[in-house]
């Protein structure tokens, strides 16, 4: 049995300070996790969004800004961890979309190779696993018999399971546990069949509380946390949610 730690959508941006970082840094010293999932859109790479170029917002934004604040949060959180220098907990992270705004530039514009790339995130530094895209959708990494990745497909389409029920939508297409990021909302459901083996959905929220201009009043339904699954072993968790503010409230004076 393990214990998994789900970081989902940290959205790193020069426009916010990487407090949040201290605060995970803190909870992984303190709980010791075996597994510790980063479900990508760790860098928000906001100088990279197709969306706003040309936009009064978007003036002021670079590429090295955005990387230099993205890993100031992994070291942040990493760091003071291997300072213990204590066994660590298995590192897993997963590319988003945002992260593979990267490889989208680099598709429109392959001259900028050697000065953009997807070395520059510094993964490899971090983390034991690194889970890249396949194709035009998120890679997938199965661990404890669940399935992990920043999103899960509908199907040929490519886009992203949704909806009000977005966790009983996953295990309703894939017929297995699994957990998503990427919707920023929070949403768990859980199947048994008849064998008595559980199948367990989860839509794993956000790990930021500002709101980007975009958002509007999407904001609301999201909810800013991670999530443990304790006990996990083939497919079935105990789940455990934890509020970034119950997290700022415990470490933020740490």
């Known amino acids: 049995m393990s214990k998994i730690l789900v970081i989902p959508d940290i959205h790193s941006t020069p426009e916010v300070p990487n407090t949040r970082a201290d605060y995970l840094a803190n909870l992984i010293i303190d709980t010791r996790p075996d597994i510790v999932v980063n479900l990508g859109d760790s860098a928000d790479l906001n100088s990279l969004s197709s969306y706003d170029k040309g936009k009064r917002s978007f003036v002021g934004r670079t590429y090295r800004a955005d990387i230099n604040h993205h890993l100031e949060f992994q070291s942040r959180m990493w760091d003071p961890v291997r300072a213990r220098k204590k066994k660590l907990p298995r590192r897993v992270v997963l590319f988003g979309n945002h992260e593979n705004r990267i490889e989208r530039v680099l ?27 396949d194709g035009g959708t998120p890679g997938i990494i199965k661990l404890d018999g669940i399935l992990f990745s920043h999103y899960f497909s509908t199907g040929v389409s490519g886009r992203p399971v949704s909806g009000d029920n977005a966790a009983s939508m996953l295990i309703t297409k894939l017929r297995t546990s699994c957990v998503a990021g990427h919707l920023h909302t929070w ?68």
Request: net charge negative; proline share 3%; glycine share 10%.
């Open 187 to 254: 949403d768990y459901s859980v199947r048994h069949n008849l064998d008595g083996q559980v199948c367990s959905g989860l839509v794993a929220g956000c790990f930021h509380d500002h709101i980007p201009g975009w958002a509007g009043n999407t904001a609301r339904l999201w909810r800013p946390g991670v999530t443990f699954l304790n006990n996990a072993e083939d497919g079935n968790y105990d789940v455990e949610f934890i509020s970034l503010k119950a997290l700022e409230k415990e470490y933020g004076n740490v």
């Open 107 to 133: 598709d429109l514009s392959p001259e900028l190779a050697g000065t953009v790339g997807l070395s520059d995130l510094d993964y490899d530094q971090y983390y034991d696993d690194v889970v890249h895209y």
